[in-house]
């Protein structure tokens, strides 16, 4: 009789996993740091990761002395805070504010494991448009940073629908637990409405052919209901863009059309001009604040005020131009080549 022989189970097909969930190593950066540290190395962002972006730029800006408090706007992966929580030896506190209960917990508990207590940093599930909420419970802070990228556990994740690149729900919500969905918004909202998002929101140059495509499906029943169907609908709405640049336009206007219903699922120029507003009045005098951008329109937000508020005698001292990601840090994180810091120092 012929020996039974083992054989391994199949976790996935190919050299390499591909799906999300098949890559447990990445997803276990503390079991597995070596294989994190090869993605890294390789220029991608490993899964269920976030790399900090111009932790230096932002550490040399913000001047952070023992014993001050800070405020990070948008915890994330925790990456931004834990480096600001050193330079606190211990000696002061951090409020890190995060609208995102999966991610957002994940991240206290490694904060907390890495040694930082209740005493040096305290989370709270609040939006950051309600910063003055923070302050009236916190008092004034010293310094205080904004990122307002979507982190890179959120867009790899296929469940919170993020990305056209792979298959998932169209949700694009940062707290999937309350408001509409992208599928759901795109159902409320006129053909009309869904131009004028494209174009205020991301400056789609086709918008109209789009918005036609997407609502024509709709309407014969075709539910506009994942990343995939909506991907599929801009590539038919784009047929006639030249043969030998349709690839690259069919790309761009994915992430647009992505990143305007994202902006508009969660009010992210509402959040960001509240935000603004609030700002100086949670700065302690000389306080100092940097806000991390990804886009155009944000950014002319924040250039706008900085440079309004320091006409008006509210800060002493705002940057004169953008800061951008280094050429090494970009070659290492690509999603970091659009980034634009800013900064402000009040009066």
């Given amino acids: 009789m012929e020996e039974n022989k083992h054989k391994r189970r199949v976790h996935y097909s190919g050299?390499?996993?591909?799906?999300f969930e098949e890559k447990y190593k990445e997803l276990d950066p503390e079991k597995y740091a070596d294989t994190v540290a090869h993605v890294i190395s390789k220029g991608s962002t490993p899964a269920g990761m976030h790399i900090s972006i111009m932790v230096k730029e932002i550490l040399d800006f913000l001047?952070?002395?023992p014993g001050q408090q800070g405020l990070d706007c948008t915890l994330g992966y925790g990456g931004h805070t834990s480096r600001m929580l050193e330079q606190l030896q211990g000696k002061?506190?951090?409020?890190?504010?995060?609208?995102?209960?999966i991610e957002s917990k994940k991240t206290v508990e490694r904060l907390r494991k890495a040694g930082f207590s209740e005493d040096n940093f305290k989370f709270r599930l609040i939006n950051f448009a309600n910063i003055d909420k923070v302050a009236k419970e916190a008092g004034k802070f010293d310094f205080v940073l904004a990122d307002l990228g979507v982190s890179s556990m959120q867009i790899d994740d296929p469940s919170r629908g993020f990305s056209y690149k792979i298959d998932g729900p169209l949700d694009l919500r940062l707290d999937p637990e309350h408001g509409e969905s992208a599928a759901e918004r795109l159902h409320n909202i006129t053909k009309e409405e869904f131009i004028g998002m494209m174009i205020e929101n991301s400056d789609e140059p086709y918008?109209?052919?789009?918005?036609?495509?997407?609502?024509?499906?709709?309407?014969?029943g075709d539910p506009m209901d994942t990343t995939t169907a909506l991907r599929k609908a801009i590539e038919d709405a784009l047929w006639k863009v030249p043969k030998e640049e349709k690839q690259d336009a069919i790309k761009k206007s994915c992430a647009r059309v992505?990143?305007?219903?994202?902006?508009?699922v969660n009010s992210e120029f509402e959040v960001l001009y509240s935000f603004l507003e609030k700002l100086p009045n949670v700065l302690n005098p000389?306080?100092?604040?940097?806000?991390?951008?990804?886009?155009?329109?944000?950014?002319?937000?924040?250039?706008?005020?900085f440079k309004e508020l320091k006409k008006a005698g509210i800060y002493s001292d705002v940057s004169s131009d953008v800061i951008r990601p280094s050429a090494e840090e970009c070659r290492i994180n690509p999603r970091s080549k659009s980034t634009k810091m800013r900064w402000a120092v009040r009066s």
């Fill in 63 to 65: 001047q952070i002395q």
């Fill in 286 to 305: 000389c306080g100092r604040a940097a806000i991390l951008t990804f886009h155009s329109g944000e950014d002319r937000l924040v250039k706008k005020s």
């Fill in 92 to 101: 002061g506190c951090i409020y890190g504010l995060d609208i995102d209960p």
């Fill in 15 to 19: 050299k390499y996993p591909r799906k």
């Fill in 207 to 220: 918008a109209q052919e789009i918005a036609e495509k997407v609502f024509n499906l709709m309407k014969k």
């Fill in 258 to 264: 992505f990143q305007a219903l994202r902006i508009d």
